[in-house]
Every structure is written in structure tokens, then in C-alpha cells.
């Protein structure tokens, strides 16, 4: 099996899973007094160290959620909410066209109760204008959120230009850097958001822990989950110490191995983006060709749609993902490959292969031919 | 509900895998009696069918078509059935609906019904053309017609029941696309009624196997 989907999840690093392993006995609460809680504590923090220092910031801005949606919400909602802005009808947030469905559905949410949500179109490539970002800017407007790079076709946001607009107004910003974690540099000094996503099982950690990044001095958040004094009193709930051991973990290990993971991760993703367009006729590139992450190529396969490729590459065994409507459940198709201006029809033929560390080049060979055998069958059944 | 079901049956992903009938030479060669086409590449699905018809009998029948899984191995499989024992009679298969196909295939998870609807019409406007091409348009006003609810806009149940199974899910919804009650709007409990009638029937269980 050829595993080309890890974009939408990673299989765990082998030090992780060691690591929880070892850990499955330290049952301690954390946020107890005795040496059972202690020891768990001391992990705990070791963890949060290691994921402040891979981001450039300080341990007590990181706060473990369980997962990237959480700390999206967690922000998008606090930002609106009790704490500073208890007139929630009275607030304006700005976004991109291009979000992943956990920032999106939430300002959907947030709009039936007034807010009003500015959503940035991208150009062709998939990228947003940082004029428009500062053209949107009104006295209302309480958030910026722009994601880092796009999961389905791995388009990277000018983040610094649209952060400086954001700090030069005094406007809070987010970014969702789930995708851009572990596969582009991210450091928090160069860079001042004031809030930060971050995703456990994108990294090759396990899947329900996540990261929200929020800068010392920044107003505070209402907690999307309120109770005990956890996590600064950010988010309430015995934490999840298994997740958070093993993604301080994985953390560790992308310190280790991500410059050369990445290397590797890229050659592999340009040889087969050339191989298949030398193969295949009548294809096209969805996203920018350089401002884009080194693991994701999102190609188009004119006249054939994608839940047929997807599941007969599944027959082939190669796991990939589509932007086709009949993946998605409704009747559109990817609000993405849309929102690049391209036809319908391209978004329904539109493929994401998104690349691991655990890929090699004889995955790559073996794809190529699955995937020039593949769209050759579906095209010759095509109605088109 | 999951919106993301996988559970093809056996039959379809058996007519996926290895489509039958599917139109291999040129049009030109083929020679069909008769030619039908429904949907467009822009909503994801298109199904072009192409028979061949003697003694009344549709004696062969060939098709190609874009789509996802689900509508290949409903053409597929709808080959199979119009061709079945020297081949199906045109009255009859005109009569072919979406229930029909479902229930050969082992039924179909609900998101992905409105696939198979495409072949049944594909293949009626199939038979229209022959009976065109054949001097026999007189046969073609023959199809029953479904009762009309909204009478301002000429909406029958059968449209209100198709729109459900392309996705149509409420009252509002189905207004946008087909106008329905927007005039007297004296209808409109009765469609209200209609659509949670068939959102139950359809989206009900994770599976739809047919009426």
C-alpha cells in the first residue's frame, strides 16, 4: 500500500510511539500534589518546552487543545465573545475564501448571530492580496484569520505582510497553521500573530491533541470549554497526556528531521508531478507552483471524476484524496479548487496527492504507472 | 446520519471495477438506433447511452460515462438489465426507475442516489430518439404523467421527489430551485409534506435499498 494522503493524516513516528508506549503506566493527574502527579507534570512541561522551542515562543504562550478545530474555534468564538466583546452583533472578522471547514462553518455560525465575516477572495493560485486584508479593515473589525497554507493545494498565505497589516492596526490575527506545521520554517519571532493552530496528527503524532499558540499580552479568550484552572484556565478538562507527551514528542523529532524530510519530501513530489504531467495529456496544477508546500501537488485530471480515480487508485493501492463533489457528501464540489476561479468541472477532476515522510521513490514509480493506467480506463468510459 | 458513506455493495463495486457495455468503438461504427444523454460535467455526472432496437426489443445496448463510482456502476449495471434475455421491450423499459437500478445494485448510500437517476432518464431520451428516428413520435407522449401539486408552476411530486434525491433537503431549498409555491402559494403545506415525506424515506437509514 502507497500511502500519498498526508495532508489529511500521518501515520505516528516510530519515536512517538515508543514514547507512548512508555507511557501508557504514568497515570498521574498532572494537576496533582503528589509524586504520581508530579512526574506527569514534569512531562507535561517538557512537552510544552519542546513545542515553544520549535516555535520561537515562550512555554506559557502553548496551550494544549484536542485538536486543530478546537483551537481554531477557541479563538474565532473568544474573539467575539463575553470576554471583551460582549456585543457580538457589533464585531467583524476577516477571512479568506479558501478556510479549512473549522474556521469557515464557525464564522458561518458566527454571521446567524450577527457578526459580520468578510471572506478575502484568492487570485488564480490561490493566494490572498494583503491590500484586500487592509481594505476590509473597519473599526469593528475584532480578528484577522488567515491560514498559513491551504490543505488541498498547499498554497502558502504571504502570513509576515498580512500580519504586519494586522499588528499596525492593533488587530488581533490568527493563523491556521495546521498544514504549514512540520513542512515550512515557523517562527514566532519573525512572525507576530497573536494566535497560532496547530494539529498533533499532521505531524505524525496521534490524532485528538492539538495547539493553540496565543501571545503573552494579547486580550484574553473566553474558553470554549470552561471548568477547572487547566491550561492557564484557557481550556478547562484533565488534560490529554498521552497526546501531549507524544506531541512533544513529535515535535522533537521534526527539530530533528525535518530539514532533510523535507528535501527528500519535495524531490519525491516534483518527480512525480513531472511524471505524470509527461504521462498524462490534458492535466493541470491546482495552486501556485513555488508559494506552495514541498509535500502537495493538486492536479486536475480533465474529463474524469474524482471518487472514481480515488477509489480505483484505492484498487491499485495507492490512498489519495479528491475535491470532487461525490467525496464530499453534499453537491458541491471543494469550496477551494472553486474559489481559484477554475470550472466546475476541474474542481469535480481534482486529486490531491500529499506526500509523507515515509514515502520512496518506488512509491512514486509505482503511482506514476497506477495513476496513468487509471485515468487512461476512466477516460475511455467517459461521456465526455 | 454519516455524510460520507462508503459502503458500496458488492454489485456496484463488481460494475465499477469491471464496467460492462461500455461503448468502445466510435459512435460513427456503433451505428445506435437511437442516442441519449443526461446531466452535464459541471455537476459532476453525465451518462451518454446509445441502443440498438429490433422487433421492438432493445437488442443492444452501449454507454459511456463521467462520473463517480456509483454512476459507472449504475450504467453498468442498467446494460445489464435492458439487455437481459434478447433485450428488454421499449415500453418496458421506459417504465426503468431509479428504484429499479438501486435494488439490483444492493442499494446505494442516499448522498449518492441522485447518480443513478441519470441512466433510467439517459435511457428513455435513448428510446425518444429512436422512436424520432423512427417514425413513431407519436409513442413518446406516452409517458404517465406524475400528479401536479403546485399548479401556478406545474410541479409535480415526482419533481419534488427527484429534487430530494439530488440533495434537496427543505422546503427552502426546493423554493429556490424549482419556484414551487412562490404564486398563490396555496400549496405549500401539502410540498412541505412531500419533502419531509421522501427526506425520511431516502436519508432514513445509511443505506437506501429501493421501494
Known amino acids: 500500500m502507497i500511502y500519498l494522503d498526508n495532508n489529511a493524516t500521518t501515520p505516528l513516528h516510530p519515536k512517538v510511539k515508543e514514547k507512548i508506549i512508555d507511557f501508557l503506566d504514568d497515570y498521574g493527574n498532572p494537576s496533582s500534589q503528589h509524586e504520581f502527579g508530579r512526574k506527569v507534570r514534569q512531562m507535561v512541561e517538557d512537552a510544552r518546552k519542546n513545542i515553544a522551542d520549535?516555535?520561537?515562543?515562550?512555554?506559557?504562550?502553548?496551550?494544549?487543545?484536542?485538536?486543530?478545530?478546537?483551537?481554531?474555534?477557541?479563538?474565532?468564538?473568544?474573539?467575539?465573545?463575553?470576554?471583551?466583546?460582549?456585543?457580538?452583533?457589533?464585531t467583524h472578522i476577516i477571512t479568506s475564501a479558501i478556510e479549512h471547514p473549522s474556521v469557515m462553518n464557525t464564522l458561518k455560525c458566527l454571521e446567524q448571530q450577527n457578526v459580520e465575516v468578510t471572506y478575502l477572495p484568492v487570485d488564480e493560485?490561490?493566494?490572498?492580496?494583503?491590500?484586500d486584508v487592509q481594505n476590509a479593515i473597519k473599526k469593528e473589525t475584532a480578528l484577522i484569520t488567515i491560514m498559513y497554507a491551504n490543505n488541498e493545494i498547499g498554497t502558502i498565505q504571504p502570513m509576515e505582510e498580512i500580519t504586519k497589516i494586522a499588528n499596525e492596526n492593533n488587530i488581533p490575527i490568527h493563523t491556521d497553521a495546521v498544514q504549514a506545521i512540520g513542512k515550512i520554517p515557523v517562527d514566532l519571532k519573525k512572525m507576530?500573530?497573536?494566535?497560532?493552530?496547530?494539529?498533533?496528527?499532521?505531524?505524525?503524532?496521534?490524532?485528538?491533541i492539538g495547539v493553540l499558540f496565543r501571545r503573552k499580552g494579547t486580550k484574553s479568550l473566553c474558553p470554549l470549554i470552561s471548568g477547572g484552572h487547566q491550561e492557564n484556565s484557557m481550556r478547562a478538562g484533565t488534560e490529554n497526556t498521552i497526546g501531549i507527551i507524544a506531541m512533544g514528542e513529535a515535535i522533537k523529532q521534526l527539530n530533528l528531521e525535518m530539514n532533510s524530510d523535507v528535501k527528500k519530501i519535495k524531490y519525491l513530489r516534483d518527480k512525480l508531478e513531472s511524471g505524470l504531467k509527461k504521462n498524462i495529456s490534458n492535466i493541470s496544477v491546482n495552486g501556485h507552483s513555488e508559494k506552495r508546500l514541498p509535500n502537495v501537488t493538486n492536479i486536475s485530471f480533465n474529463d474524469i471524476e474524482g471518487e472514481a480515480i480515488l477509489l480505483r487508485l484505492d484498487m491499485h493501492g495507492v490512498a489519495i484524496s479528491t475535491g470532487s463533489a461525490c467525496s464530499s457528501g453534499s453537491l458541491d464540489p471543494s469550496h477551494v479548487i472553486i474559489a481559484l476561479n477554475v470550472s466546475a468541472e476541474q474542481a469535480h477532476s481534482s486529486i490531491r496527492f500529499s506526500l509523507g515522510r515515509e514515502n520512496t521513490e518506488e512509491d512514486i514509480d509505482k503511482t506514476i504507472i497506477a495513476v496513468t493506467e487509471t485515468v487512461d480506463f476512466l477516460r475511455k468510459i467517459s461521456a465526455i | 446520519m454519516n455524510d460520507t458513506n462508503w459502503n458500496y455493495s458488492d454489485k456496484v463495486k463488481e460494475h465499477f471495477f469491471n464496467p460492462k457495455n461500455v461503448?468502445?468503438?466510435?459512435?460513427?461504427?456503433?451505428?445506435?438506433?437511437?442516442?441519449?444523454?443526461?446531466?452535464?460535467?459541471?455537476?459532476g455526472d453525465m451518462m451518454k447511452i446509445y441502443i440498438k432496437v429490433k422487433?421492438?426489443?432493445?437488442?443492444?445496448?452501449?454507454?459511456?460515462?463521467?462520473?463517480?463510482?456509483?454512476?459507472?456502476?449504475?450504467?453498468?449495471?442498467?446494460?445489464?438489465?435492458?439487455?437481459?434475455?434478447?433485450?428488454?421491450?421499449?415500453?418496458?423499459?421506459?417504465?426503468?426507475?431509479?428504484?429499479?437500478?438501486?435494488?439490483?445494485?444492493?442499494?446505494?448510500?442516499?448522498?449518492k442516489i441522485h447518480c443513478s437517476v441519470l441512466g433510467d432518464k439517459a435511457l428513455r431520451a435513448a428510446i425518444k430518439d429512436y422512436y424520432r428516428n423512427s417514425g413513431q413520435a407519436d409513442k413518446i407522449n406516452t409517458d404517465k404523467e406524475s400528479r401536479v401539486v403546485c399548479h401556478c408552476l406545474n410541479v409535480t411530486e415526482d419533481e419534488i421527489k427527484m429534487e430530494?434525491?439530488?440533495?434537496?433537503?427543505?422546503?427552502?431549498?426546493?423554493?429556490?430551485?424549482?419556484?414551487?409555491?412562490?404564486?398563490?402559494?396555496?400549496?405549500e403545506p401539502e410540498v412541505r409534506e412531500l419533502v419531509d415525506k421522501y427526506v425520511k424515506k431516502f436519508y432514513e437509514k445509511d443505506i437506501y435499498s429501493g421501494e
Open chain 1, 54 to 90: 520549535f516555535l520561537n515562543c515562550d512555554p506559557d504562550e502553548i496551550i494544549f487543545t484536542a485538536g486543530g478545530s478546537e483551537a481554531n474555534n477557541t479563538v474565532i468564538k473568544g474573539a467575539v465573545s463575553c470576554c471583551a466583546f460582549c456585543n457580538v452583533s457589533n
Open chain 1, 125 to 131: 493560485y490561490g493566494l490572498v492580496n494583503p491590500k
Open chain 1, 192 to 208: 507576530s500573530v497573536d494566535y497560532l493552530s496547530l494539529s498533533g496528527h499532521k505531524i505524525y503524532g496521534p490524532k485528538g
Open chain 2, 23 to 43: 461503448l468502445k468503438i466510435s459512435e460513427e461504427k456503433y451505428k445506435a438506433d437511437g442516442v441519449g444523454e443526461n446531466g452535464s460535467p459541471v455537476c
Open chain 2, 55 to 111: 422487433d421492438n426489443r432493445i437488442y443492444d445496448l452501449k454507454w459511456k460515462t463521467f462520473g463517480c463510482a456509483s454512476a459507472i456502476g449504475s450504467t453498468s449495471m442498467l446494460s445489464e438489465m435492458v439487455t437481459a434475455n434478447d433485450g428488454m421491450e421499449l415500453e418496458e423499459a421506459m417504465k426503468i426507475k431509479p428504484d429499479d437500478i438501486i435494488k439490483e445494485l444492493g442499494g446505494l448510500p442516499p448522498n
Open chain 2, 164 to 187: 430530494v434525491l439530488e440533495g434537496v433537503k427543505d422546503f427552502d431549498t426546493l423554493q429556490k430551485r424549482t419556484k414551487v409555491s412562490t404564486a398563490c402559494g396555496k400549496c
